[in-house]
Nanobody, 115 residues
């Protein structure tokens, strides 16, 4: 059984910053892919960024240069530092863990960028 618990969402003004955290618990492999997806109202869920256990990362073009993904393997935790936020970043952000070809999801955390 794997559980993902997210934190850090909220309301922020355009140009502001937020940091999301997600901690995995349960049977966690030392080799896995953790990441963040987001889903805005009326849109499909999309990849924001992900990072392999050895540190290689991947970003959506829309967030490159503004968001940074990192992880602490000892804590089974992945972070998403979001800077220069824009109104179009408003969405529910979901943590994801992929291991042994199985996907696990967090419950989601709302990020709202508005003045």
């Amino acid at each position: 059984q794997v559980q993902l618990v997210e934190s850090g969402g909220g309301l922020v003004q355009p140009g502001g910053s937020l940091r999301l955290s997600c901690t995995a618990s349960g049977s966690i492999s030392s080799i896995n892919l953790m990441g963040w997806y987001r889903q805005a109202p009326g849109k499909e869920r999309e990849l924001v960024a992900n990072i392999l256990s050895q540190g290689s990362s991947n970003y959506a073009d829309s967030v490159k240069g503004r968001f940074t993904i990192s992880r602490d393997n000892a804590k089974n935790t992945v972070y998403l530092q979001m800077n220069s936020l824009k109104p179009e970043d408003t969405a529910v952000y979901y943590c994801n863990l992929l291991q042994f070809r199985r996907n696990y999801w967090g419950q989601g955390t709302q990020v709202t960028v508005s003045s």
